[in-house]
T-cell receptor
Framework: AQSVAQPEDQVNVAEGNPLTVKCTYS??????LFWYVQYPNRGLQFLLK??????LVKGSYGFEAEFNKSQTSFHLKKPSALVSDSALYFC??????????????FGTGTLLAVQP | NAGVTQTPKFRVLKTGQSMTLLCAQD?????MYWYRQDPGMGLRLIHY???????AKGEVPDGYNVSRLKKQNFLLGLESAAPSQTSVYFC?????????????FGPGTRLTVL
């Protein structure tokens, strides 16, 4: 069965410092990995995804994520945090079922708080 | 493009009342989904549809029904609301051309059942 773990409920970082939001996954076969962001009272917005190839994926708003197959991780990173990055971040995983619908499995979310 | 829209934005129900949540998308996506979001539990899939006239159960389908009479609309119904259904409901859609295409989410409906 597929699963996603986000071990930190909240991450606090000072503005201008690098940030990391952690995600580990469990899936049989090759995974597709996603990061979504949710701002207060809004729906989820897609940030980036890993399909195959380069382990470092770049996405929206200066975010990037590193896929590590041996550690089954897909951590979200940004070199310099902004106060406006404060939001709830979700990691999600799916895989190719060979034509059938692939359902996303979401982590429980990590609240990122960036202090000015 | 409006993307994915949901109505209503907020609703308060009494136990036993019924209601329907409407999701509409203008991206011509085949696949549509209904999720619920609860604190500390992330998003859980309620029902989904892979095309007009077809629906399937997700992870937490009990107490909900859905219909997909038109490709652009996906309705979620609660026949007899219970306090356990207090949640934020999100609709999403996806182009199934590739299995790794991302889902697009609506703004959500906040439902309180008293």
């Amino acid at each position: 069965a597929q699963s996603v773990a986000q071990p930190e409920d909240q991450v606090n970082v000072a503005e201008g410092n690098p940030l990391t939001v952690k995600c580990t996954y469990s899936v049989s076969g090759n995974p597709y990995l996603f990061w979504y962001v949710q701002y207060p009272n809004r729906g989820l917005q897609f940030l980036l995804k890993y399909i195959t190839g380069d382990n470092l994926v770049k996405g929206s708003y200066g975010f990037e994520a590193e896929f590590n197959k041996s550690q089954t991780s897909f951590h979200l990173k940004k070199p310099s945090a902004l106060v406006s990055d404060s939001a709830l971040y979700f990691c999600a995983v799916s895989r190719d079922y060979g034509g059938a619908t692939n359902k996303l499995i979401f982590g429980t979310g990590t609240l990122l708080a960036v202090q000015p | 493009n409006a993307g994915v829209t949901q109505t209503p934005k907020f609703r308060v129900l009494k136990t036993g009342q019924s209601m329907t949540l409407l999701c509409a998308q203008d991206m011509n996506h085949e696949y549509m989904y209904w999720y619920r979001q609860d604190p500390g539990m992330g998003l859980r899939l309620i029902h989904y549809s892979v095309g007009e006239g077809t629906t399937a159960k997700g992870e937490v389908p009990d107490g909900y029904n859905v219909s997909r009479l038109k490709k652009q609309n996906f309705l979620l119904g609660l026949e007899s609301a219970a306090p356990s259904q207090t949640s934020v409901y999100f609709c999403a859609s996806r182009n199934p051309t590739y299995p790794y295409n991302e889902q697009f989410f609506g703004p959500g409906t906040r439902l309180t059942v008293l």
